[in-house]
Nanobody, 123 residues
Framework: QVQLEASGGGSVQSGGSLRLSCAASGDSFRDSCLAWFRQAPGKEREAVARISSLGSIAYSDSVEGRFTISRDNAMNMLYLQMNSLKPEDTAMYYC?????????????????WGQGTQVTVSS
C-alpha cells in the first residue's frame, strides 16, 4: 500500500524560505515519478515541480529559480526547498507519485497523493 505524508508548511513573510518534505511508503519508490502540486482557493491544482525516476527535473515558470525539488530514494523521501517566497505562492501543497518513471504535468496522471500542507506567505 502506497502512502504519502507531506509536512513542513507554515506561515512566512515575503522573501522567506520553507522546506517541504514528503515521506513515502510502499514499493517501487525509486521507479516512480514524484511531484509537488499546489492549489490556491478558487484555482486549479498546478504542477510546481517534478522529478522523474532518472532524476530529470522540471519546474513551473512561476517557481523556476526559486524552488528546488529533490528526492532521496534510500529514505523514500521527496523534498521541496522554497526560497524567495512570494504572497502568490500561498496555497495548499501536495506531494504526488506517478506509477511510471516519467513525469507528467497533469494531476490526473498521478496515482497517489499526500494529504497536503499549507503554505502561507504574507507581504
Amino acid at each position: 500500500q502506497v502512502q504519502l505524508e507531506a509536512s513542513g508548511g507554515g506561515s512566512v513573510q515575503s522573501g522567506g524560505s520553507l522546506r517541504l518534505s514528503c515521506a513515502a511508503s510502499g514499493d517501487s519508490f525509486r521507479d516512480s515519478c514524484l511531484a509537488w502540486f499546489r492549489q490556491a482557493p478558487g484555482k486549479e491544482r498546478e504542477a510546481v515541480a517534478r522529478i522523474s525516476s532518472l532524476g530529470s527535473i522540471a519546474y513551473s515558470d512561476s517557481v523556476e529559480g526559486r524552488f528546488t525539488i529533490s528526492r532521496d530514494n534510500a529514505m523514500n523521501m521527496l523534498y521541496l526547498q522554497m526560497n524567495s517566497l512570494k504572497p502568490e505562492d500561498t496555497a495548499m501543497y501536495y506531494c504526488a507519485r506517478r506509477s511510471y518513471k516519467y513525469c507528467s504535468r497533469a494531476s490526473r496522471d498521478y496515482d497517489y497523493w499526500g494529504q497536503g500542507t499549507q503554505v502561507t506567505v504574507s507581504s
